[in-house]
């Protein structure tokens, strides 16, 4: 039964063969015979890439048949990575979900398609090589089953085996990526066979010249090779039949990477690269605790032979390479005067070189705790493999490789690798990314899917963030974030963010105490404090300003005349209740409308500034005056200048001139940049009203507040817009902002302040 109409017979019966060849290989495995899920797996596979084929030609399905032949024959592993290597490309390239996977073959399978996808996804993008580093940490971090890696490998390794057929350019670009990750990855994994293929295969597409020229001399040099290895080999196998061993010897060619990698390191031609291939003898042994005393006579029958190099024995049985190699190495002078490396392995030796999951997974202190880690994990692993019972199979599923558990690694739309701490948010990648993403950030789409801003992300995952330009920071953000910066950055747009409505709040309270004639002291502080249930002096004015608090021309009495001790909790608990049903009073309300009608006016001049105000000549000294009722200069914000001020103008794109002080740092650099748009201004004799900032200090004593207020307010009869007060022990600094005339008028009130009893110092800021 043929599932895929568009495969000619033939095909389909290799891909049958394909197949069964999988099947045979892990039926003559250790491991459980679970044949139904497989064959349903490959049947699912097969369904999902109908039609599709190669860019060989070949048809699709023979790509995962063979990534799961490669799984289970050339690392060992069972039926559930089986699975998971014959549905690896289905969630990436078909219509299926990893929903649709799960249903089908559970969650475990699933989640090794996931991982596998999610490596594929935006991985392989310009980027991957450049963030190398970064991917071979994911590849570790993500898989939470080291399956996924494995798996991995085998889908790298059919690539490189097939990869004549992809595009010159694509050839390239995975070439340098296999040797640059995967081949030091499988060297780490113990999987020698495929390092050395995937080493050979990357050389031969970077190098292509390179290795065709070391493959043609190997091929010139084949039948010398031959003749020399045989007049070597005879005396020597004559000792070991005597000696009564069972085993193998043969020349080992070196692979045209390391040969290659010789040259290069010594800069030797092909000719002079002497130890081309090594003589291997692989003898069997029952008893491990004897292997090593073998080992060590055959070394003493070649020795006999031959004459022993004095500095290139290497004894690998005593102690093992780090990733587990063992072997007894020994080089002699052959029959041709050359150097001959032999290296005497038992066959369990052997398999575990060719193999990989070798035995020993010690490596060298000194490269840090990720390798001894991953270590302790692939140990286990090769454990289980070597010994697949099926307790143990099921065990490797509950077994997480949290490596780095404290790190997440995730991917931006463009392929780029950020990390971030684990349980990180939406918002952290989006503070990650930039400071306005985040403060802008509504929601975010990870792998696709629209997600809320506190979503936690997962290794792998690919977010984007969403953002509008009307999201204010919000201070719940503060419970979900994970990252230090995003919480700094969030911490100091609040504070931003809540400046205005202080100051707002400020002027209410100011308003308010005015209104009904209320001493601005401390001590009616404390009672409106007590009146509102505030926790502090700043969160009332917040309240205030945010029209959250309302304060009630009724309590004034009280807090004139203090509240009895008794009736405070009463009095205060029945004030609460007022606040949550009051509405905004009679002074919030006119403070809005004059507000937005402040803020309206703005507009429409902004609008007519731009269509109808003459151009400025900047030849001519310009005078800063009200036309219409509106001032025909505007005031930097930097510097706030005000009358009296030592001024320039600056004419702004908008043919406006912007006033600012001449000592102001901005002017500075406008004049040195922008010569032609500087004005010569003066102040018209009254230019009308302007904030001034007045910086008052002293020590801190019960009226102060009370008596500088009645300086400006009374004394002097000045507009105060806003009041900044904070006491440290016995200190108080205060900021005002007042509306002038002048700077005359300025300095008559600072002059005026110094009189009162405790201020030391009393300035204009600016
Ligand atoms: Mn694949």
Redesign the pocket.
């Known amino acids: 039964m043929q599932t895929d109409p568009t495969v000619t017979p033939e095909e389909d019966r290799a891909i049958e063969a394909a197949f069964r060849d999988v099947l045979n290989g892990y039926l003559a495995s250790n491991h459980r015979k679970k044949v139904e899920i497989i064959e349903r797996a490959y049947k699912f596979a097969q369904e999902a890439h109908a039609g599709v084929r190669r860019r060989s030609g070949e048809p699709y399905i023979l790509?995962p048949i063979a990534?799961a032949k490669i799984a289970q024959q050339e690392i060992g592993l069972g039926s559930t990575s089986i699975c998971a290597a014959l549905l690896?490309?289905v969630v990436e390239d078909t219509d299926y979900t990893v929903e649709d996977i799960e249903r089908n073959f559970g969650p475990k399978i699933a989640q090794l398609v996931e991982g596998l996808t999610k490596i594929s996804g935006g991985i392989f993008g310009d980027k991957a090589s450049a963030q190398a580093e970064n991917f071979r940490k994911l590849l570790l971090t993500m898989s939470e089953d080291i399956r996924v890696v494995l798996i991995k490998m085998a889908?790298r390794l059919h690539?490189m085996r097939t990869l004549g057929s992809m595009a010159p350019n694509k050839q390239y670009k995975i070439a340098g990526e296999t040797l640059y990750i995967y081949a030091p990855l499988a060297h780490r994994l113990g999987l020698f066979a495929i390092k050395t293929e995937l080493e050979d295969l990357s050389f031969k597409y970077e190098h292509p010249r390179a290795w065709a020229d070391i493959k043609e001399k190997i091929k010139e040099t084949e039948a010398k090779r031959q003749a020399v290895y045989t007049d070597f080999s005879a005396p020597i196998r004559a000792k070991l039949d005597t000696m009564g061993l069972h085993y193998e010897s043969k020349a080992r060619l070196k692979s045209c990477y390391s040969i290659w990698r010789k040259m290069e390191a010594k800069h030797i031609p092909f000719e002079e690269v002497y130890d081309l291939y090594a003589v291997r003898i692989v003898f069997d042994c029952d008893d491990p605790a004897r292997e090593k005393q073998i080992c060590w006579n055959i070394y003493a029958a070649i020795t006999d032979l031959y004459r022993l190099h004095p500095e290139r024995t290497r004894d690998w049985i005593s102690v093992p390479k780090a990733n587990g190699y063992q072997a007894l190495h020994l080089t002699v002078m052959g029959p041709d005067g050359n150097w001959i490396e032999v290296q005497i392995r038992s066959r369990r030796m052997d398999e575990i070189a060719e193999k990989g999951f070798a035995a020993h997974w010690k490596y060298k202190i000194g490269e840090g705790e990720e390798e001894s880690e991953l270590n302790v994990w692939l140990r286990t692993i090769k454990d289980i493999l070597e010994n697949p019972e099926p307790s143990a199979i099921d065990f490797l599923d509950t077994l997480k490789l949290n490596l780095f558990a404290s790190e997440i690694v995730v991917f931006t739309p463009r392929g780029e690798l950020i990390t971030l701490p684990a349980e990180s948010t939406v918002l952290d990648m989006a503070f990650t990314l930039h400071t306005e993403l985040g403060l802008h950030c509504i929601a975010g789409k990870v792998n696709h899917k629209l997600v809320p801003l506190n979503q936690q992300l997962r290794s792998g995952d690919q977010v984007e963030v969403l953002t509008s330009n009307t999201q204010k920071p919000q201070a719940e953000w503060m419970d979900f974030l994970k990252t230090a910066k995003a919480k700094s950055r969030l911490r100091a747009a609040l504070r931003r963010e809540r400046q205005p409505v202080i100051a707002r709040g400020q002027e209410l309270i100011a308003q308010y105490l005015k209104k009904n004639r209320l001493p601005a002291s401390s001590t009616t502080n404390q009672r409106l404090l007590e009146r509102t249930g505030m926790g502090s002096y700043e969160d009332l004015r917040y309240a205030v300003g945010a029209g959250t608090v309302t304060l009630d021309d009724d309590w004034a009495e009280t807090i004139r005349m203090g509240v009895i001790p008794g009736e405070k909790s009463i009095l205060r608990s029945i004030l609460r209740n007022t606040i949550k049903v009051a509405t905004l009073g009679m002074a919030g309300k006119n403070t809005e409308n004059e507000a937005s009608a402040e803020k309206k006016a703005e507009d429409a001049d902004g609008d007519e500034a731009s269509r109808e105000r003459p151009k400025v000549n900047t030849k001519e000294v310009y005078t800063l005056k009200y036309e219409d009722g509106h001032p025909n200069f505007k005031i930097a914000d930097c510097c706030c200048p005000i009358p009296g001020d030592e001024v320039l103008g600056f004419v702004d794109d908008n043919n406006e001139v912007v006033v600012h002080a001449m000592a102001c740092p901005r002017a500075l650099v406008l004049k040195a940049g922008y010569g032609p748009r500087i004005v010569q201004t003066r102040w018209a004799v009254s230019a009308g009203k302007f904030l001034a900032h007045v910086r008052v200090e002293g020590l801190d004593r019960h009226g102060i507040l009370q008596e500088i207020i009645a300086v400006v307010s009374t004394q002097m009869d000045i507009d105060l817009r806003r009041l900044d007060i904070e006491a440290t022990g016995e200190v108080f600094h205060s900021d005002m902002w007042v509306r002038v005339e002048d700077v005359a008028i300025v300095n008559d009130l600072c002059s005026k302040l110094l009189t009162v009893d405790g201020v030391e110092r009393a300035a204009r800021i600016q």
């Open positions: 790509h990534v690896h490309d889908d690539n």
